[in-house]
């Protein structure tokens, strides 16, 4: 839905606590004990509840007796009775309703769609039922069913199971960690996991967002908040149920490789979340993240004052992927009166990146070797492990690595990571270092996961830079060729392509594919070899059957034959076995191919496989007859560009094989890649194809070759708005809308989506803005345009927002920019607009905003509304030239605001 009217919850101004109570009566005492004892400041009400002893609030027989409405209910009576209470609730201005339970509880669909009908017209929000309750510590709110009780803190943590968030809360009070807000879920009868991400990336009180989750319910909608919230704040995720997952489509090999597990792995790496596996990990990376966050940590560097200590941290480092940073010359001569040898590690692949400390240094030195390796542009983070001797005490030690963290925030240029694994150090130590911001552990295999948590929070951010196109400048697919083949096998009823037809579609997106002709005879199998032969090649031949699609399972395949004759007589083997083995199998007939004879290729394989909550998922790996038990594969989300196929072959083993050996030359790994960025355009072109299997895909020295493909398709599902026909959970970037405008004096300017990469553009433009023009567009003076404030304006989600730059095309300098912004429900979009201040009158303003209103219209939105200054006069003009209706925000006379309904606007 949205995040509209969930301050009801987090902010109430007033609670009415609703029976009579069909729970236990342990469940309403404790419940009440809850807000009584949280000193909630507003006032508490009980309706068609006794009250207990020395209550203090208000209570009533039934709602008409309130003499206001309550802002928030809790709402304990029968479910039969709830649509007809928050109908009554919604009327008098009520905006949420919790329905609290003492566990897991289901409701029969029936009746919650009679709830949520009876909310929809209001906008009121629920919250259950199953679910433990909401705390908000700030607030002074509980009214959370929970062992123990949460602490005020900077922590949004959302749970779907009432267990993991008991389990949660203990550890947490035993670590001293405090909450912004406590939500179980229950049901998601309304309130999910999407509407309540949106919410806490805006709260000012929540530093960090921690969700406990076994499935995501609306996918797009949690991805599209996740993207949004994790670019301003770390998400932490945990997930359970893996034991309990059961998906394989048994159509392709895609199908059966692309488990749940791997899938929700690869959606959380997208969408820019953290995942953990325990609790433990879990508040290990919250305690990390809350004290920094950098942006890239890539090559680490290891100091500490003894070998084993940094063997152990060089040990967990490489089982986590990390990689190591190679010290530059400087820093080692700058360095070596500090540092001792240590000929036991050269053998390793941290040895470059590594510092053994002398045992009997001083505070200063061990805070100047600290600074130095900090300072060293190959150095993203660096790990200190230090372990008290009879030379340097902890004391010593802490207060060294403290000074060298202060010098080293006051350093220009990017933020570099700091982690410290401090041995047999203690409780008011380690709080030290805490207050210093210092993530600190009291081993070297926990220092090492803490920095590695940097690392892949740096990464799964880099990754949310990635701006995708619809349509890669890099090819030019023939989209209606491949299109045209699919429709026809549709109105044909087939579910799935012939090999030639399969063919034709990868063709038609530059993927190479070996030639392949049909035979429905062994006589024809001979007869269409023969061209194949002529040319000098051995030939394939293969059964074709829509009932058996894996041929490898039933031998289906016959190789190396060199004559007409050797194919016939294949071909009639292999009719007459898999006949006599199947019997209820169709056979369609025999494909004809000529033999790749490569002896330096590599099988490799790439597929679409089709998941029941995310769409269409991208898999590469080894290929080959025994893929699915090697299960060396890598997952991801379309839409791909080189940089994310890139980084999905490299999750895979067999990508190591790719670069060549002593025996092998290096294979054409950017023919790879390309390939996966072409599979992932055809996946945005046809959403018809469900799933497809290329298998095996041959790297070779120069290019690559598909020796097979499989191809199955669905009638997608339709959904309103600009992208209502894709199956992707991510939009892509949208190179359509790329285009060239006309203005006054007939100059043109070029216009397209901005991109992740636009922030150098964007600040060079606002330093071409008066102030005075920044005012009137931010509400506010603007001086600083920091990387957070210009990744706000560039970083976009492309489901829910677009901004256009209007860009010079002879010096390309950012000239003005719209966009636009949709609420959750995308069903009302927010727009702004600004050009530079030495190019007003040109008409640049108007052409930007008719612009916005056509996308605003292709994109399914309802209304376009916008808050204007009263003083910006000029603005105000536009607007009602355009058609917009103009009142007054009923938050700031002052403010203007303007509202045009799209639906109706003429194309």
């Excluded at 047999?424 to 081993?443: C, F, H, M, W």
């Excluded at 009158?841 to 905003?849: I, K």
């Amino acid at each position: 839905m949205t995040i509209r009217n969930l301050d009801g919850f987090f902010n109430p101004s007033s609670v009415a606590v609703i029976g009579p109570n069909r729970h236990p009566a342990s469940l309403e005492t404790a419940l009440l004990q809850r807000l009584a004892a949280a000193e909630f400041p507003a006032r508490v009400s009980l309706v068609g509840l006794t009250a207990p002893s020395g209550w203090t609030g208000n209570s009533v027989d039934q709602l008409s007796d309130l003499a206001t409405p309550p802002d928030m209910a809790v709402y304990l009576g029968e479910p039969e009775t709830l649509p007809h209470t928050i109908a009554a609730l919604g009327d008098r201005g009520t905006r949420a309703v919790l329905i609290p339970s003492q566990g897991y509880e289901a409701w029969p669909e029936a009746l919650m769609q009679e709830c949520r009908e009876a909310a929809r017209e209001t906008n009121l929000r629920l919250i259950g039922p199953g679910s433990l309750g909401i705390s908000v510590p700030a607030a002074g709110l509980d009214a959370l069913l929970s062992a123990d009780v949460p602490q005020k803190g900077d922590v949004a943590f959302i749970s779907r199971s009432g267990a993991v968030l008991n389990a949660t809360l203990s550890w947490a009070k035993s670590h001293h960690t405090g909450f912004s807000a406590v939500v179980s879920l229950g049901d998601r009868m309304d309130v999910d996991l999407g509407d309540l991400i949106d919410y806490f990336a805006q709260d000012y009180r929540t530093r960090s967002i921690v969700l406990h989750l076994e499935g995501i319910a609306i996918p797009r909608k949690f991805i599209s908040a996740a993207r949004a919230a994790a670019r301003s704040k770390p998400v932490i995720v945990i997930r359970s149920g893996k034991s309990a997952d059961a998906h394989s489509t048994g159509r392709t090999h895609a199908g059966n490789l692309a488990t749940t597990d791997q899938i929700y792995e690869t959606v959380f790496r997208r969408t820019g979340l953290l995942r953990v596996y325990d609790l433990d990990e879990m508040f290990e990376a919250l305690d990390t993240l809350s004290n920094m966050r950098v942006p890239r940590c890539s090559n680490l560097a290891v100091i500490a004052n003894g070998r084993s200590l940094a063997s152990l941290a060089f040990d967990r480092l490489m089982d986590l992927g990390g990689t190591f940073a190679e010290l530059s010359a400087e820093t080692v001569s700058d360095l070596a009166e500090l540092t001792r040898p240590h000929p036991e590690l050269t053998m390793t692949p941290a040895v470059k990146g590594s510092l053994i400390l002398q045992e009997n240094l001083k505070q200063e030195d061990i805070a100047r070797a600290i600074t130095t390796v900090l300072k060293d542009r190959q150095v993203d983070g660096v790990i200190v492990l230090e372990a008290a001797s009879a030379f340097q005490s902890v004391r010593t030690i802490t207060e060294a690595i403290i000074e060298a963290a202060e010098t080293d925030r006051r350093r220009n240029g990017r933020r570099k990571a700091l982690v410290v694994g401090l041995a047999g150090s203690d409780g008011v130590i380690r709080a030290e270092l805490t207050a210093a911001k210092i993530p600190n552990y009291q081993s070297p295999a926990e220092a090492a996961r803490s920095l590695m948590h940097l690392a892949h929070d740096a990464q799964a951010r880099e990754f949310l830079m990635v701006a995708p196109p619809s349509l890669p400048s890099t090819f030019t697919p023939r989209a209606d060729k491949a299109r045209e083949v699919v429709e026809r096998a549709l109105e044909e009823g087939r579910s799935w392509l012939s090999p030639t037809e399969s063919c034709t579609v990868l063709e038609a997106y530059d993927i190479p594919i070996m030639a392949t002709a049909m035979a429905e005879t062994p006589n024809e199998a001979a007869e269409v070899s023969r061209r194949f032969l002529e040319a000098g090649h051995r030939c394939v031949v293969k059964l074709i059957s829509p009932d058996l699609p894996f041929k490898s399972r039933i031998d289906g395949v016959r190789l190396g034959l060199e004559t007409p004759e050797a194919v016939e007589e294949a071909a009639k083997e292999l009719i007459a076995r898999i006949s006599q083995e199947h019997p209820e199998a169709r056979i369609s007939g025999i494909s004809v191919h000529p033999m790749l004879e490569e002896r330096h290729g590599l099988e490799l394989y790439m597929g679409l496989a089709e998941t029941p909550t995310f769409g269409p998922v991208l898999v590469f790996g080894q290929g080959g007859t025994s893929i699915e038990e090697s299960k060396d594969i890598s997952l991801e989300l379309p839409p791909l560009d080189l940089h994310l196929a890139k980084a999905q072959i490299d999750r895979t083993r067999i990508s190591r094989l790719l670069d060549g050996g002593p025996a092998s030359p290096a294979l054409d790994r950017a023919a790879v890649t390309q390939a996966l960025v072409k599979l992932s355009q055809i996946t945005i072109d046809i959403p018809e194809i469900l799933e497809l299997d290329i298998n095996p895909i041959v790297a070779l020295p120069e290019g690559l070759m598909a020796l097979d493909a499989r191809i199955s398709l669905c009638h997608p599902e339709r959904r309103p708005g600009r992208t209502g026909g894709s199956r992707l959970a991510i939009a892509p970037y949208p190179k359509e809308w790329e285009q060239t405008l006309t203005l006054k004096e007939d100059r043109q300017v070029f216009v397209r989506p901005v991109r992740p990469e636009d922030e150098d553009l964007f600040r060079e433009f606002f330093e071409a803005v008066t102030p005075e023009d920044l005012r009137l567009r931010f509400f506010a003076p603007v001086r600083d345009f920091s990387h957070r404030f210009l990744a706000r304006l560039t970083q976009l989600d492309y489901a829910r927002a677009i901004a256009f730059a209007a860009i010079d095309p002879v010096d390309g300098r950012l000239l003005g920019v719209v966009r636009l912004h949709a609420d959750p429900d995308h069903q009302t979009g927010e727009y702004a607009v600004m050009v530079r201040s030495d190019l007003k009158g040109l008409g640049l303003g108007w052409a930007l905003m008719k612009l916005i209103l056509r996308y605003a219209k292709s994109d399914g939105i309802e209304t376009i509304k916008g808050e204007v200054l009263k003083e910006n006069t000029s603005m105000i003009s536009m607007c009602q030239a355009l058609g917009f209706k103009i009142g007054t925000s009923p938050d700031d006379p002052g403010v203007a605001l303007v509202t045009l309904p799209v639906t109706d606007l003429p194309d």
